[in-house]
T-cell receptor
Framework: DQQVKQNSPSLSVQEGRISILNCDYT??????FLWYKKYPAEGPTFLIS?????DKNEDGRFTVFLNKSAKHLSLHIVPSQPGDSAVYFC??????????FGTGTRLQVTL | ETGVTQTPRHLVMGMTNKKSLKCEQH?????MYWYKQSAKKPLELMFV???????ENNSVPSRFSPECPNSSHLFLHLHTLQPEDSALYLC??????????????FGEGSRLTVL
């Protein structure tokens, strides 16, 4: 029973275009959502987060949108750069720092 | 020193071996975590320690035994593992597991192969 789902295992986007990574969740008790980025042979690193009281959070080229009624969030990267190529994990938290992760989406930004 | 350091980075062991994974954090955090990442599966939380006390055991088999001697060090002792235990084991830390928003700092992981 996966509570956080990333249904696209991979995504390929051209440099300069927008990358949109999607995430769905089932547990309405989740109140904080995070995106982590992982390069090969490295641990995941925190990218951006959003509280359930907001519907948008922006940090430079990265924006996370939350649609609570649809239990859906998305990460927008614009413009996409080759260095953004990595695996992106969506995570949700309902109890302090106990995170539930999705399976990840591998983003490839092509030249 | 990087924030969270894991050793060894790679480990191959037989099913009858005993080995340990080590994690050390230099961030002054009070909470440490073990996660397991298997192929095509989400990161699975295994154990949480907060101020050296275990606060979460996510139904992990007893062949995995964690140890947290202080807030900076975390071990995962491995004994009579199965081939399906082969995975990437990730250590993470945070300021305090009892509150916060879930921003964890991860190590680079220990890739375990059980033959």
């Amino acid at each position: 029973d996966q509570q956080v789902k990333q249904n696209s295992p991979s995504l390929s986007v051209q440099e300069g275009r927008i990358s949109i990574l999607n995430c769905d969740y089932t547990n309405s008790m989740f109140d904080y959502f995070l995106w982590y980025k992982k390069y090969p042979a490295e641990g995941p690193t925190f990218l951006i987060s959003i509280s359930s009281i907001k519907d948008k959070n922006e940090d430079g080229r990265f924006t996370v949108f939350l649609n609570k009624s649809a239990k859906h969030l998305s990460l927008h990267i614009v413009p996409s750069q080759p260095g953004d190529s990595a695996v992106y994990f969506c995570a949700a938290s309902g109890t302090a720092s106990k995170l539930t992760f999705g399976t990840g989406t591998r983003l490839q930004v092509t030249l | 020193e990087t924030g969270v350091t894991q050793t060894p980075r790679h480990l191959v062991m037989g099913m009858t071996n005993k080995k340990s994974l080590k994690c050390e954090q230099h961030l002054g955090h009070n909470a440490m975590y073990w996660y397991k990442q298997s192929a095509k599966k989400p990161l699975e939380l295994m154990f949480v320690y907060n101020f050296k006390e275990q606060t979460e055991n996510n139904s992990v088999p007893s062949r995995f035994s964690p140890e947290c001697p202080n807030s900076s060090h975390l071990f995962l002792h491995l004994h009579t593992l199965q081939p399906e235990d082969s995975a990437l084991y990730l250590c993470a830390s945070s300021h305090d597991a009892s509150y916060g928003t879930g921003e964890l700092f991860f190590g680079e992981g220990s890739r375990l192969t059980v033959l």
